[in-house]
């Protein structure tokens, strides 16, 4: 597969789209989470590069459609967010700051595909499950607490047995990861669902007393082979830093671009 930078972002838009609510507002389509309004679960991505000065969409007009689509994110009570990949559109991270977002995020994107995959090393102890629409509802309970307690998310309340029957569903689309040492559940993680060869590794955390043990290695090696038995060819994630990416590293994964989140507070 010839990998472009645009390929990525059509897949994370066709992904988003079979979980969220979504608005075209060109050269923009946003995506609403119809259940959270957390800030990472609401974005507008770009439908093509904008932002550089040749753009049919640069001044007054690119002005009038980020107008348009603070006042949509408004409308629902949502806060105005971007995510995109820095070389798809190089130019648009000063047209939104220019316009008032700020840079809240940015992460290197990783690759990884069969021929860099590199199998993690065994943990003694260590068991990772596949949870499906017919796992156990601990199990899915687990999984949630540990994303939860992982990404150091404590201002909500604890996750429920309800909470994890609301994600059984996603389960048809999604694959979900629980890992346990000696029976401790201590990470967790998924990819979303396969599309024209591609799947995005999300959500991988690991319980702060259980770090730098190579269990995230482990998890995300399991992940990554699991996709590409169903056919994926390229699987991506991002990762805080170029330190955090070697965890990523280890199991095949490559840098391959910077990812970029702007908001408007």
């Known amino acids: 597969m010839n990998l472009s930078v645009a390929d990525l972002e059509a897949y994370m838009r066709k992904a988003a789209a079979l979980t969220h609510d979504v608005v075209e507002r060109p ?35 690119l ?19 971007f995510e995109f990949i820095a070389e798809f559109a190089p130019d648009f991270g000063a047209a939104l700051a220019a316009a008032g977002f700020t840079l809240e995020d940015r992460t290197v994107l990783l690759t990884c595909t069969r021929e860099t995959f590199r199998p993690a090393p065994l943990i003694p102890g260590l068991e ?7 796992s156990p509802a601990e199990d899915l309970l687990a999984h949630t607490e540990v994303q939860q307690r992982g990404f ?22 999604y694959a979900a990861f629980l890992a346990r040492l000696d029976g401790v559940p201590v990470a967790a993680g998924d990819f979303t669902a396969p599309l024209d ?3 995005e590794l999300v959500g991988i955390a690991t319980l702060e007393a259980y770090r730098r043990r190579g269990i995230a290695s482990a998890l995300t090696a ?11 060819e390229v699987a991506f994630l991002t990762a805080a ?7 990523y590293e280890r199991v095949g994964f490559r840098p391959y671009a910077t990812a970029l989140a702007y908001c408007a507070e």
């Open 27 to 61: 050269p923009f389509v946003l995506f609403f989470n119809p259940h959270d309004a957390l800030r990472f679960y609401n974005y507008a991505k770009l439908l093509e590069p904008v932002g550089d000065a040749p753009s049919t969409h640069s001044g007054e007009v």
């Open 63 to 81: 002005s009038d459609a980020l107008a348009e689509v603070r006042a949509a994110f408004v409308a629902r009570d949502r806060l105005p967010r």
């Open 128 to 134: 990772i499950i596949t949870l499906t629409p017919d």
């Open 152 to 173: 150091g998310d404590t201002s909500g309340e604890q996750p429920t047995l309800a909470d994890a029957e609301h994600f059984r569903p996603k389960l048809e689309r």
């Open 197 to 199: 060869g591609f799947t």
């Open 222 to 232: 399991q992940a990554a082979q699991t996709a590409f038995e169903r056919g994926v």
């Open 241 to 247: 830093d170029e330190r955090a990416g070697r965890v």
